[in-house]
């Protein structure tokens, strides 16, 4: 008999998974035999719940919540050997790899395609122990994210990291890193490291305009030093997809990178910042089963 855990961080996108609770429940139950709900509490509930899904065996496990739930539940499922495939509900400000999948942003929506869309496989990436499905940054984005109010997220959305982007471009100075991968290495200083998995980043949907959520490639993209006018060219070309003729960005793809530096640099992954630099990033091709819409 088939079954599906519906994971609802209650606390997410302005308490929205309280509101559409019942709803996926039933949705769900359309699909599934059994639906089980949890509700988390704190920060790793949806980790442990995921994990006790995979151990137990369901057919799927539903996450409710905003980017950070959705890693939470990745990380629960994705070292296990049965690994239920998985749904999501995007309740969050940025929602990248809901955006990625063609899952729509609307939670209303995104139920409802829980009913009668495909399962097809996506990847995911890790680095020590730390998985994640969308983007880790070094740098500039990393220290962006910290500086975001959350009110200023919450009321400017993607909007709010481009903001304190552009800030950071004049206040900060570059990063020393070394960057080692089969295909190019770099040991140089960078404002900016990005390795994306996924097209959207930050909620910009042609950021790495090339990226398919099941290419088993990473997608790496360096910005070269810069001075603050060349920063401001070179933001929107970042944001916009327009990378082709950026002589200020270095891009590549690859399957695995090394990733050190001389000073002390934390990463930031999916949106929150987890763990410190030296790492090894792999890419985990088509690890995981999603339910989302082909286009
Ligand atoms: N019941 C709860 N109350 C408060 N915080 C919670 C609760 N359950 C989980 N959390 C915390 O919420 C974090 C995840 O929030 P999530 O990213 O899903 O939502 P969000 O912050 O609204 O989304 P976004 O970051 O995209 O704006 C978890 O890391 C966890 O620490």
Redesign the pocket.
């Known amino acids: 008999m088939s079954k599906a855990m519906l994971i609802i ?5 302005k308490e929205l998974g309280k509101k559409y609770a019942e709803f996926a429940e039933g949705t769900l139950a359309q699909r599934f035999a059994t639906v089980d709900v949890r ?5 790793l ?2 980790t442990e719940f995921a994990r006790t899904a995979s151990h137990e065996h369901y057919d799927a496990v539903v996450a409710m ?5 959705v890693n ?1 539940v990745i990380t629960g499922i994705a070292e296990q050997d049965h690994r239920p495939t998985l749904g999501i509900v995007p ?5 990248d790899l809901a955006r990625a999948l063609h899952i729509p942003t609307d939670a209303r929506d995104a139920i409802s395609v829980l009913e009668d869309a495909p399962i097809r496989p996506f990847d995911i990436g890790k680095y020590g122990s730390h998985y994640f499905m969308n983007v880790i940054a070094v740098g500039l984005i990393a220290d962006a994210v910290e500086e975001v109010s959350v009110e200023q ?1 919450t009321s400017l959305g993607s909007v709010a990291y481009f903001i304190e982007g552009l800030k950071a471009f004049k206040d900060h100075s570059p990063y020393p890193l070394i960057l080692r991968a089969k295909e190019k290495t770099f040991d140089g200083e960078t404002p900016l490291l990005i390795v994306s998995l996924t097209n959207s980043v930050g909620g910009f949907e042609s950021f790495a305009k090339d990226a398919r959520v099941d290419d088993g490639l990473l997608h790496v993209f360096l910005v070269k030093q810069l001075g603050f006018f060349d920063a401001l060219q070179a933001l929107p070309k970042l944001l916009t997809g327009d990378l082709s003729n950026a002589d200020q960005i270095e891009y590549f793809t690859t399957t695995e990178v090394e990733i050190e530096s001389d000073e002390t640099l934390s990463i930031n992954a999916d ?1 929150d910042t987890a763990g410190e630099l030296p790492i090894t990033v792999r890419v985990l091709p088509q690890h995981l089963n999603v339910i989302a819409p082909t286009s």
Do not use: I, R, Y
Not at 39 to 43: A, D, G, N, Q
Not at 91 to 95: M, P
């Open positions: 961080n209650p606390s997410s996108g509700f988390t509490e704190k920060e509930d949806a919540g905003g980017d950070g739930t939470e309740l969050g400000t940025v929602n997220k949106g």
